[in-house]
């Protein structure tokens, strides 16, 4: 596993990298969705959860720091200090810390930028100085604006969407998938020429036109 850094929020200059001495043996990866209470009345039952859009998303790694010999003959405080300027140091190019990529061989894990950095000492030499030591790193995801708005582009119901129809599939269920709302069924229904939309035969394709 390795940490790529980069100085732009598209992750196209490279800074530089660091290569964990061992990879570990677990990582996590945290996803949220944020919510408001959409009904705040008085006495009311229950409350509807609103969607407000996604949360952070988090990486979380264990770092192994090694001075003994065994791995690496380098000092346990220069190999953290290697790291530490590279994900967590004040970038004077950018005036912030770098945004970083996670790499396990060629696959990308994680983007994002570093939350939190936590270390451990866990062996120490007869005069105090660090013998080995584990390093907890946190990432939040960060995605460029650009990238974000081609995203939510893709996805917005002011463009024509085209779906295949799978089992179990109707036409107010995917109405609601592509708007948000399954009222527009019959419009949509009208657009396709469709006679019989409770009956869609599974592997016809429909058209969503953008909603006006």
């Given at each position: 596993?390795?940490?790529?850094?980069?100085?732009?929020?598209?992750?196209?200059?490279?800074?530089?990298?660091?290569?964990?001495?061992?990879?570990?043996?677990?990582?996590?990866?945290?996803?949220?969705?944020?919510?408001?209470?959409a009904d705040t009345t008085i006495g009311s039952s229950a409350q509807s959860a609103k969607f407000k859009g996604s949360g952070s998303g988090l990486f979380e790694i264990l770092m192994f720091f090694d001075g003994t010999g065994m791995i690496s003959k380098d000092k346990v405080d220069d190999q953290i200090k290697e790291v530490k300027e590279l994900i967590y140091q004040y970038n004077g190019d950018i005036h912030e810390p770098n945004y970083l990529r996670v790499y396990w061989g060629t696959q990308s894990l994680f983007q994002g930028r570093l939350k939190?950095?936590?270390?451990?000492?866990?062996?120490?030499d007869m005069d105090g100085s660090p013998l080995r030591a584990e390093?907890?790193?946190?990432?939040?995801?960060s995605v460029?604006?650009?990238?974000?708005?081609?995203?939510?582009?893709?996805?917005?119901?002011?463009?024509?969407?085209?779906?295949?129809?799978?089992?179990?599939?109707?036409?107010?269920?995917?109405?609601?998938?592509?708007?948000?709302?399954?009222?527009?069924?019959?419009?949509?229904?009208?657009?396709?020429?469709?006679?019989?939309?409770?009956?869609?035969?599974?592997?016809?394709?429909?058209?969503?036109?953008?909603?006006?």
């Open positions: 596993m390795k940490i790529v850094a980069f100085k732009d929020p598209d992750y196209s200059s490279r800074v530089g990298e660091y290569d964990l001495l061992v990879n570990p043996e677990t990582y996590k990866v945290t996803n949220e969705q944020q919510y408001s209470n939190s950095w936590k270390v451990n000492y866990t062996m120490l390093a907890t790193a946190t990432l939040v995801a460029s604006a650009k990238k974000k708005a081609i995203e939510e582009r893709k996805s917005s119901s002011d463009l024509t969407h085209v779906r295949t129809v799978l089992d179990g599939d109707n036409l107010p269920l995917m109405c609601h998938r592509i708007y948000g709302d399954s009222s527009y069924y019959i419009k949509v229904a009208q657009h396709n020429n469709l006679t019989n939309f409770r009956a869609l035969k599974p592997g016809i394709k429909i058209s969503f036109p953008p909603v006006i």
